[in-house]
């Protein structure tokens, strides 16, 4: 049986088909649009799967989408989502009535992190790292609070911290590696925020491993200055927790979408 997996990411949307055995047969990037609205994006999703049913002709299979936030064990609907046309809707029985297909759903970064049991937590709150507030006086997060990590190692974060420094926007993997003064404010400030935000983790959990994922996985200077960074912070006289880049590239939370479909 094939296993149709999309993960919805705030810019883009992409598609992909497993064989029986979980070998790659198709994979479909398309730009999300979000600022075009909830409807846009359901029905958007919708095209996207009809077309993956199409080129297996059909054929019996599973369906499984990561989005951001998840679903309210309360109301039903969507919350936390950093895709904010999703929040407060019935996302999930929506995309249903459209496709006639039961549809599994998991949060993204779960997708990403995938093998055996997710633990979720009671509120669907475990791995919600990117909300906890590193500068209670930072930038403000679209979900209320200030100085969340969020605001600072993500992509969009760097992003936007270079354009208050210099009102322009720029990629982040474009500040990153660029050697002009404001940029190189924007990295060292992302270092930082970036070692105190794992140590946190480290301190908090001890977990046997960290792999990171996302665009800014691929940036390689994580993996020493970044971890130089986290042994500064953390609370032990020794760094042991390897901190890696994954070996599935950096969408893989897509392939944890097809995973869990049923």
């Known amino acids: 049986m094939f296993k149709i997996g999309i993960d919805l990411g705030g810019t883009k949307t992409e598609t992909i088909i497993l064989d029986q055995f979980g070998h790659e047969v198709y994979r479909d990037r398309i730009m999300t649009n979000q600022e075009r609205g909830y409807d ?5 999703l919708a095209e996207a799967y009809s077309k993956a049913v199409t080129v297996i002709n059909g054929s019996p299979h599973t369906f499984g989408i990561g989005t951001p936030g998840s679903v309210s064990g309360k109301t039903g609907l969507m919350k936390n989502s950093n895709t904010l046309c999703l929040n ?12 006639n297909k039961t549809v599994a759903i998991e949060n993204d970064a779960n997708c990403f992190a995938i093998g055996g049991n997710v633990l979720r937590g009671l509120q669907n709150l475990s791995g919600e790292w990117g909300h906890t507030t590193i500068d209670p006086n930072g930038p403000l997060c679209y979900c209320g609070k200030k100085g969340c990590v969020e605001t600072y190692i993500s992509g969009t974060g760097i992003s936007n911290r270079y354009f208050d420094l210099t009102g322009k926007r720029l990629p982040a993997i474009h500040i990153l590696e660029s050697s002009q003064e404001s ?4 990295k060292e400030l992302f ?12 301190n908090s959990i001890d977990p046997d491993v960290i792999i990171l994922g996302g665009g800014l996985s691929n940036y390689m200077p994580l993996y020493d200055e970044g971890i130089e960074r986290v042994k500064k912070y953390v609370f032990s ?10 070996k599935t590239g950096d969408s893989a939370g897509v392939i ?7």
Request: charged fraction near 20%; aromatic fraction near 10%.
């Open 237 to 246: 006289d020794e760094l042991i927790t390897p901190i890696l880049k994954n």
């Open 40 to 44: 846009f994006i359901v029905h958007r």
């Open 88 to 99: 407060g809707k019935p996302f999930v029985k929506d995309l249903q009535n459209l496709i």
């Open 256 to 262: 944890g979408a097809a995973w869990i479909g049923i």
């Open 191 to 202: 270092f930082e925020q970036f070692g105190r935000a794992l140590s946190n983790v480290i």
């Open 183 to 186: 940029a190189m404010q924007v």
